[in-house]
């Protein structure tokens, strides 16, 4: 029977309780029972909520304390060696060690522990995941059994319940070798009897399906890769469960007809990134006999309403051929949009018609599932006449479409992506203006969010402040800042961004067509949740975002002040987009208005502005074959927004955590006079990409690490600064720490960067 499922809910909580109740335990606040109790607690709820909005089957194993790939790795008993401790056995304190590198302490600071695993995106979202450690002589065994618990426990509640696991495949192509290098396929005959150990547990539970996320599926695999799938699959055949293979994030492709012939019970397609594969997978003679087909077709990476006559037509369309043998589910997990769109009372009531959260998508798959099994209740009729009218009502909204914005971003010339000179050129003309020593130092534009800053922000918010008492504290801690970078010697200072909560946040609440939520967390890492801003319309800027606190900083110094602005892919990446139009119009229209802000800062006075770009490289297309495109479009965008000015102003842009070697080209073709980005934990290693393309712009490779309270001395960033020289001409180095000091506290920041001004200036001694 055609029946409504979900392939995962948001874990965190409505109100976030999950990453309060971890907090409070890492500062050794609450007890570990009383953690485990808050964890019960949500699970249940999270049941209950899906069966309410009419889910008919549950998952289970989406909850986790951490990370649901950190969980995979206990259960497969794959806990690297600096994790184990002879004397005790496995716990949540190891767990945690694994995911943060530190011990939980009776004085509730954390002590020093093993270094964590290595944290990652999970597939294009923004999510994070822990990169399991595999050696060449890896075993595994069933080594953690929480998933069994909690099968219990929600059967106990009554539900009807399928465990998510995560596949084999996926699981090692997303692993490191720990050790040396070696093949990891090798490592997959010694894995799968631990699938098959789990199988036999939860059929002894009472499970009938499982689901298996084998996302890896939408990705380019090697031919070796695709083959251990049919054989890995085939070894799995013999089981006491039926499996739903789950993909999502983008089209089977090449890999449908593979996807197709697995020998499992069922198939889960993602159509909202991928509709074209529904009538490809139909007619493919591999996908045959009783296999279910689970159609993915409310989307569950993005916050919109679901059209639900769309989503009804691709299930007819699949009907026609499966009958009963149609599922119906959002597109992947619910992890990836915030929970509860009913938390949102400040909406207006337009803007919140045209939007659902998991708990709404919930409803969504619900009401789709009884529509495509036939049911004509008047409660489905009133749902689908409400969807009609809300589409038709969205596509023709004053406040989506503005012909001006449309006009501007249609009549975008190429010299307007263009600079007026080139590089060698305009680097001349800001030589004379900005007169910066060899090798100039600066910082990446945050200083540190002491509570104190943080406290007057949300103050003033919340209207407990007035704004003439917020501005004088704001520019008391520019002043403070200000002072301070003069102080140490830095050559190039910043106003240090107190003013600003989020990178992206801080613009898009100042940007029209944009929608910031109140509670719309989304997990990001661990206990970290992000609440990105959702565009909803065309953009513009009806004002000046940062002009006045630049031009206020500047007005303290006669040193340059570097203005600090999102760039237009950053700020795309880290929200929610909308799915009318395509990414590439909506970073246009983003970079027009960056672009308006670039010209008002010159205007002011500032010679040297910094568009950030710290997604720039996060974005990339699953699939290679889509690179180019979107890496065209993303330089376009970059451009854009800072060609604007004249030869002698001067564009920085900085990149974090980026690995460079296969973007290299692009990250020319942006053409920022100066590019800052992390290298100080890879010894520099980042910048033989910049040697070997013989990039001809200035480059800022970090020399100070600022993801750690350790304070680097005067001759270690000496000899970072060296191996950089030795790499590139020393006239095209700057010298700066890794990223924003927000993070960080007041005394080693100072002495960090008092230790950066010295080794810039004995370095410019010697070379
Ligand atoms: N200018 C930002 C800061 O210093 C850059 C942050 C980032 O790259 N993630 O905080
Ligand atoms: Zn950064």
Known sequence: MTISHTLGFPRIGRDRELKRALERYWRAECSEDELRETGKALRASHWRIQAQAGIELLPVGDFAWYDQVLTHTLMVGAVPPRFRHADD?????????????????????????AQAQE?????????????????????????????????????ALGHRVKPVLLGPLTYLWLSKCGGREFDKLALLDRLLPVYHEIFTRLAGLGVDWVQIDEPALVLDLPDEWRQAYRSAYHMLRQRDVKLLLTTY???????LELAAGLPVDGLHLDLVRGDGQLDQLLSSAAFDGDKVLSLGVVDGRNVWRCDLDRALEQLARARRVLNDRLWVAPSCSLLHVPVDLERETGLDDELRQWLAFAIQKCAEVALLTRAARGEESDEVELALRESRAVQSARSVSRRIHRAEVKARVEGIRDAQAQRSAPFAQRIEAQRRKLALPKLPTTTIGSFPQTSEVRRTRSAYRQGRLDEADYLRAMRDEIGKVVAFQERVGLDVLVHGEPERNDMVEY???????????????????????????????????????????????????????????????????????????????QAQQLALALRDEVCDLEAAGIDIIQIDEAAFREILPLRRRDWQHYLDWAVKAFRIASSGVKDSTQIHTHMCYSEFNQIIEAIAAMDADVITIETSRSQMELLRAFEAFEYPNQIGPGVYDIHSPRVPSVAEMVELLEKAAVVLPVERLWVNPDCGLKTRGWPETEAALVNMVDAARSVRRIL
Not at 94 to 106: N, P, W
Not at 249 to 255: S, T
Not at 536 to 549: E, N, Q, S
Request: glycine content about 10%; some cysteine.
């Open 249 to 255: 994030f983008g089209p089977l492709e090449d890999n």
């Open 507 to 585: 613009f898009a609440e100042q940007l029209e067509g944009y929608l910031i939520t109140r509670f719309g967390w989304v997990q990001s890492y661990g206990s970290r949740c992000v609440k990105p801003a959702i565009i909803y319309g065309d953009i513009t800027r009806p004002a000046p975002m940062t002009v006045d606190w630049i031009s206020y900083a500047q007005s303290l110094s006669k040193k340059p002040m570097k203005g600090m602005l999102t760039g237009p892919v950053t700020m795309l990446a880290w929200s929610f987009p909308r799915e009318d139009v395509c990414r590439e119009t």
């Open 89 to 113: 056995g496995l716990g949540l304190d190891t767990l945690f060690a694994m995911g943060r590198g530190l011990v939980r302490t009776e004085c509730g600071c954390a002590g020093d522990g």
């Open 119 to 155: 944290m990652t995106k999970w597939f294009d979202t923004n999510y994070h995941y822990l990169v399991p450690e595999l050696e060449a002589e890896q075993r595994f065994h069933l080594g953690w059994h929480q998933l069994f618990e909690e099968v219990e426990e929600a059967i």
